[in-house]
């Protein structure tokens, strides 16, 4: 059950120019958080930022909540200077969750991403293969901690500046070649900027498309502009393929990111 | 042994009447920010609040606009959902039985492409067992009338309303416009065309531009702004058509505490709604209800119908 709640900021850190790790204490009851859900955070105390933003929780101990966010625009840089000792609002945890991996499993992260993925990771040690990738080694955020409770772990940047030079998604591509076909497939769950999930769709449609692959469990966190984070704005939806469509001339109808996300099955997005 | 006070009796009375509806207090949810009631029921105590206003239907359902659909804004945010909803059929199937079992009035704002439309949703919510009052959306075009909208032609609108007014028996509810030169005068119809009760104001038209893009942020370009950036407008307007009409006003625009709600029922709203505040804090209404009640207290009234278009004018 979702909770509307106050929070203590403990600390707030900086861990380089774009990124920062908040660490909130409730001060009342809340429930536990599952891998990939979120939180609308209070981000401000004036009517500017108004709304609440999502952020996935990224840490939670008794106790506390933790949330790694990356610096982008008037929400997060408002969140940026809370100080230890200044309470905000928060709702949550919203939305629905990565389902349980049965063994191994790949985590595909691109950047900020890893926020989301951790969790799941932490909780299933050292059964990810994770394929983390970014534009440089400083923002390959979490790397450290992401490697120590992976199995495996393939590393990417635009720049070389660490790992390997270029896609994670052609990392991917090539370890998926590298298996024999009949390989019992990896469920994969992903979370990152929408051209890397949009590349990560191409390479699963076309092993589906291969008859003598197997099917590929791959769940996606979807990211919206979401007023509400409960449901009712309609403002984060996305395009779900559906037989059971609103307008008979479409296959696909609107669901909530907030509501029945922002967990979604790869293959029911309608990728534009 | 003297008579010891008794405490009960200096709670002031908060409970209102609007078009034949007892609301225990002036608080109301605004249409599409509280749902269909239960997306908000494992915050709040649904039975505490004046009313419940439910997102806006239409005889089809909708699929609404693409996205980005919302973008916020200084003190505010701006929508174009597209009326996104599941149709009157399905919300009396799955979403009014929910409702029936909340001991407050059940209000339905609902809306039309057409006259026709407006009056079979009217007649089909009409015959619903637990909708207790509709409020008429008026802010969406006509397409049988190239695509005017409703609420912002006297004409047009003097139709729809007159047309609604003959198809229920409900207390009805119109919800005025603001995108209009004079908001009096569309109130003033909606009166005459035998509306019981009217809400205001509508969110406001605007547009946020994407510079790098040099295209609207928002996918349907323009889109309604909310929130306490239009306040100071809405109450305007809310003392403008209590100078006119005589039938009931439901004030709403950019209310996040007692205080906002104060103004609107003093420049004249009989209740109010609470819209945009919803999503930033699920339990504002409550707080609202609980502030009212304590204003009543710290200033000496016994009564919320006292201070009701309590304006002074120099």
């Known amino acids: 059950m979702s909770k509307y709640f106050k929070a203590k900021t403990v600390d707030n850190i900086s861990l380089n120019k774009h990124f920062r790790l908040l660490n909130l204490s409730p001060l009342s009851d809340i429930d536990i958080p599952q891998p990939g859900q979120f939180y609308m955070l209070q981000t401000g105390d004036t009517c500017d930022p108004l709304l609440k933003r999502p952020f996935s929780i990224f840490r939670h101990e008794e106790n506390s909540l933790s949330f790694l966010y990356r610096i982008r625009g008037k929400g997060t840089l408002s969140l940026s200077r809370l100080k230890s000792g200044d309470i905000i609002n928060a709702i949550g945890p919203l939305g629905n969750s990565y389902p349980v991996p049965d063994g191994d499993f790949i985590a595909l992260a691109g950047g900020i991403g890893i926020a989301s993925l951790l969790p799941l990771m932490r909780k299933f040690k050292e059964r990810a293969y994770l394929f983390y990738g970014a534009r440089s080694k400083e923002e390959l955020v979490m790397m450290d901690e992401a490697k120590a409770v992976s199995k495996e772990s393939f590393i990417t940047t635009d720049d070389g500046s660490e790992g390997k030079k270029g896609l994670i998604t052609d990392s991917l591509m090539k370890f998926f070649n590298s298996l024999p076909i009949t390989h019992h497939p990896l469920p994969l769950y992903a979370c990152g900027p929408t051209p890397m999930l949009r590349e990560l769709y191409r390479i699963i449609k076309s092993k589906i498309q291969n008859p003598k692959s197997q099917i590929i469990e791959c769940y996606v966190s979807m990211e919206e502009y979401m007023a509400c984070g409960v449901g009712v704005c309609l403002g984060c939806v996305v395009k779900v393929r559906s037989q059971e469509p609103v307008d008979s001339s479409q296959k696909w109808i609107y669901k909530r990111v907030c509501k029945e996300g922002p967990v979604f099955d790869i293959k029911d997005i309608i990728w534009e | ?314």
């Open chain 2, 1 to 314: 042994m003297g008579i010891t006070p008794n405490s009960e009796l200096r709670i002031p009375n908060l409970s209102v009447d609007i078009a034949g509806l007892k609301l225990k207090n002036p608080v109301m949810t605004a249409s599409g920010t509280f749902g269909y009631g239960e997306e908000y029921s494992e915050f709040l105590d649904l039975n505490r609040l004046g009313a419940i206003v439910v997102k806006g239907l239409s005889i089809t359902p909708r699929q609404g606009n693409p996205t980005p659909r919302i973008v916020e804004t200084p003190a505010g945010m701006l929508n174009a959902i597209g009326l996104q909803n599941i149709g009157v059929n399905v919300f009396i199937r799955d979403k009014l039985p929910f409702l029936r079992q909340f001991d407050i009035p059940v209000i339905v704002n609902f809306f039309g492409d057409s006259i026709d439309e407006y009056i079979h949703a009217a007649e089909m919510l009409s015959n619903a067992e637990g909708v207790h009052a509709l409020e008429m959306n008026i802010s969406c075009p006509n397409k049988q009338a190239g695509w005017i909208v409703f609420g912002t032609d006297p004409k047009t609108m003097e139709q729809v309303v007159t047309a609604v007014r003959k198809a229920t028996r409900l207390p009805l509810i119109v919800k005025l416009s603001p995108n209009v030169t004079d908001i009096g005068l569309m109130a003033k119809i909606a009166e005459n065309a035998g509306a019981d009760a009217v809400s205001l104001i509508n969110t406001i038209t605007g547009m946020v531009v994407d510079v790098k893009k040099q295209r609207p942020v928002l996918a349907n370009n323009t889109g309604g702004l909310s929130g306490p950036a239009v306040r100071p407008i809405a109450v305007r307007m809310v003392w403008e058509v209590y100078k006119v009409v005589k039938i009931p006003i439901i004030g709403m625009g950019g209310i996040i505490n007692a205080n906002d709600a104060l103004e609107f029922l003093i420049a004249g709203a009989r209740a109010v709604a609470v819209g945009t505040a919803n999503f930033i804090n699920p339990n504002v209404t409550i707080e609202i209800i609980e502030g009212l009640e304590k204003f009543l207290i710290d200033e000496g009234f016994s009564d919320i119908n006292e201070i009701i278009g309590s304006l002074k004018i120099s």
